[in-house]
């Protein structure tokens, strides 16, 4: 694939994950910090077509951006924090592990990792290791589902782009 058409996929990735990452403020939480992580499946398929790096591209521009958007100056360190963390996890599962987990476990594992990230950032913040280790269990049953959620969305996405790919790129 040449130079220019990755770029303006990429964009296109960007731009669908910053419109998933908005539209997720606007769905009602159980608790606050809760999210469904729609976005990340836009980070599952840049991972899968793509690269690493080209992953932490798109979570960098849409976790400044949305967080511009929609959050605030801090809502950009939670974001990036999370999205990266969680990235080198999936990244690692993905690249060296991809034979012992599914797109399944790899989100699920990504969503735990998103959610120590953003909670490591607070206990910073507030100066407080007990923000950390008192709602990391809450969050971390929680991501269990949602990781799922994004996992399958992401499969089912993968899995079609996959075939559609190999076409296009032939063609």
Known sequence: MN???????????ISQAL?????????????????????????LV??????????????????ILGSLLA?????????????????????????????????IGISTAGAIFHNIGQLSVASWMFGSAGILFSYLPVLTVAALGT???????SNYIIKYLQHRWFIWERG
């Open 71 to 103: 959050g605030g100056v801090t809502a950009i360190l939670y974001s990036l924090a999370g999205g990266i963390l969680s990235c080198l996890v999936m990244g690692c599962l993905y690249y060296k592990f991809r034979s012992y987990f599914s797109v």
């Open 19 to 43: 419109i998933l990452h908005l539209l997720e403020g606007y769905m009602p939480v159980l608790a606050p910090g809760m999210k469904l992580g729609l976005a990340n499946i836009m980070t």
């Open 46 to 63: 840049t991972l899968t077509f793509f690269g690493f790096k080209e992953a932490l591209i798109v979570i960098a521009i849409r976790s």
């Open 3 to 13: 130079r220019i058409r990755s770029m303006v996929i990429l964009g296109l990735i």
């Open 147 to 153: 990781g799922f959620f994004v996992g399958l969305a």
